[in-house]
């Protein structure tokens, strides 16, 4: 599986990609890789504030729905909407083209409880 160093990753399968106060969601290359085929993403928080654990979308596979998780506290900004017409990028680069929302974070001290590269592996590897 690809974890990228320059990311941070949560228990549930989601990244998070820091730019300033501003960061980047989405799924792992282990979430896509477990969900098959993506085929539709929806994302109705644009403007929200939402807290961290809270859902802020699904994504939907050809076998199953999935909630996707703030990975911290924050105010989503931006859904890539070139998921709308190509949900599949997720399952062919699900860390830069396959982002799902930009969030704007709202409690930075939440960052530290995600998971670095190593200990998101590690969880892989049970």
């Given at each position: 599986?690809?974890?990228p160093?320059?990311?941070?990753y949560?228990?549930d399968?989601e990244w998070?990609?820091?730019?300033g ?7 792992t ?5 477990e ?13 929200e504030i939402?807290e961290?654990?809270?859902?802020f979308?699904?994504i939907?596979?050809v ?7 703030m990975?911290?506290g924050g105010?989503?900004?931006e859904?890539n ?6 949900p ?10 396959g982002?799902?929302v ?7 001290t939440?960052?530290?409880e995600?998971l ?10 049970g």
């Open positions: 599986m690809n974890v160093a320059n990311l941070k949560t228990k399968h998070l990609k820091i730019d106060e501003h960061a980047y969601v989405g799924i290359d282990f979430a896509q890789h969900l098959g085929d993506i085929v539709f993403v929806e994302v109705e928080t644009v403007g939402l961290k654990h809270e859902a979308g699904t939907e596979a076998k199953t729905v999935s909630d996707m998780y990975p911290v105010e989503v900004l859904f909407e070139a998921l709308t017409t190509n599949e990028v997720i399952n062919k680069d699900p860390y830069t083209e982002w799902v930009k969030i704007k974070i709202t409690n930075d939440e960052l530290g995600l670095s590269p190593a200990q998101y592996e590690a969880q892989l590897q």
